[in-house]
């Protein structure tokens, strides 16, 4: 079984910054891609970035530019640097990653979200 815990989220103001972590633990032999998504209320969840074991990166317009993911897979950590927030941006973010096990099976997992709020 894989964990994923999210950490980083909070208040800032509009134009500040974030980084938001999620740290894999449990049965895991590798990690594909790693992802972040997120909510706002009464919205779908989205695909805001993603990164690939090669460290092939993908953004959603909306954050290209502000947003940058990365990983350590060292540590089977990844992260969300954000800069330049906007209010728009304000949602659960959620972290998302699927790889291999030591059981030599296949794993998709979610992290529990964290807040991020832009307000003034």
């Known amino acids: 079984q894989v964990q994923l815990v999210e950490s980083g989220g909070g208040l800032v103001q509009p134009g500040g910054s974030l980084r938001l972590a999620c740290a894999a633990s449990g049965s895991i032999t590798s990690i594909d891609a790693m992802d972040w998504y997120r909510q706002a209320p009464g919205k779908q969840r989205e695909l805001v970035a993603s990164i690939s074991s090669a460290g092939i990166t993908y953004y959603a317009d909306s954050v290209k530019g502000r947003f940058t993911i990365s990983r350590d897979n060292a540590k089977n950590t990844g992260y969300l640097q954000m800069i330049s927030l906007k209010p728009e941006d304000t949602a659960v973010y959620y972290c998302?990653?699927?790889?291999?096990?030591?059981?030599?099976?296949?794993?998709?997992?979610w992290g529990q979200g964290t807040q991020v709020t832009v307000s003034s």
């Open positions: 998302h990653a699927n790889g291999l096990t030591t059981h030599i099976t296949g794993f998709a997992s």
